[in-house]
């Protein structure tokens, strides 16, 4: 939180190079460690439209994969105050605390893998969470921003009391072990 690269719109993906697979298979490695269920390329530095995600679901199948470039259209949000016991949210950006945040319940996701094929993700509940999440942050946005009222505030004390919001301020995942 506070790096200006996790708040500015990333830019888009001209080409698959060895560098930009480098960096994916990197940024894998990174949200296995933390442990994440997904990780946008400005979250690691890197001001580009890309996100990994990985999720197992309820019967323990596994759902992994990397998006470039992608785009999100998404269902209506559902009015009301967001449950806290089924949709509080954390982010690598800002380890260890969750919030609750309405998020909408359907997406559609579009863009290319690392192979140029293009990709079609159309995902619920969770899913359709993280895809989200992970978009949010390839528009310069942390799910903290989003949060109102009290929360908000909250917010701002943990920023303060742990010098975060300063350019500069990283952890290492799995190293620091700031998420758990």
Not at 97 to 104: D, I, N, Q, T, V
């Amino acid at each position: 939180m506070g790096d200006p690269v996790l708040h500015a719109p990333a830019g888009m993906v001209e080409e698959v190079t060895d560098e930009v697979r480098s960096l994916v298979a990197d940024m894998f490695e990174t949200m296995d460690a933390a442990p994440g269920v997904g990780l946008a390329a400005p979250q690691v530095g890197v001001p580009l439209r890309i996100y990994t995600y990985s999720y197992e679901d309820d019967d323990g199948e596994p759902w992994r994969g990397v998006i470039l470039n992608p785009e999100l259209w998404m269902t209506p949000l559902v009015p009301g105050e967001p449950d806290e016991d089924e949709e509080s949210e954390g982010c690598l950006s800002f380890p260890g605390e969750r919030f609750a945040l309405r998020r909408s319940e359907r997406v559609v996701v579009t863009g290319t893998d690392l192979s140029g094929s293009s990709v079609r993700i159309e995902v619920d509940g969770w899913r359709a969470r993280i895809m989200q999440h992970e978009f949010d942050h390839l528009d310069g946005v942390l799910y903290v921003d989003r949060l109102i009222g009290s929360d908000a505030k909250f917010v701002q004390k943990i920023a303060r009391k742990r010098g975060w919001g300063r350019p500069g301020a990283s952890w290492m995942p799995g190293v620091d072990d700031l998420e758990g």
